[in-house]
């Protein structure tokens, strides 16, 4: 006989709840594309960006996209580094636990 423990009922998802997250993730996916789009057309006259000493134009919606992907790959790190901290954490807890 093994140790491992059996799935249980409450850890596996039914298929029709995978199913129908799926579904309303992809029409809601569907949907901020759709007024993405709409922004993007809607934001395509140039700017002029001042950044310490360095002078440039870009298109609003470039601008906007340049700094969106910064704050999302910052909140990734900040994410990534937590979780880390939280592991370690709990290793440790378990280590003291014997």
């Known amino acids: 006989m093994t140790n491992t423990p059996e799935p249980t009922d409450a850890t596996v998802p039914a298929p029709e709840q995978t199913r ?14 759709v007024l993405f789009a709409i922004f993007a ?3 395509t006259e140039r700017i002029e960006v001042e950044f ?14 340049a700094t969106a992907a910064v704050f999302i790959v910052l909140d990734e790190i900040a994410g990534y ?3 880390r901290r939280r592991r370690q954490r709990k290793v440790a807890k378990a280590l003291r636990r014997g």
């Open 52 to 65: 310490l000493a360095w002078t440039f134009q870009t298109s609003r919606i470039t601008m906007l996209l």
């Open 81 to 83: 580094m937590w979780r």
């Open 20 to 33: 129908a997250g799926l579904s309303i993730t992809l029409a809601v996916g569907i949907v901020l594309l």
């Open 41 to 43: 057309v809607q934001n």
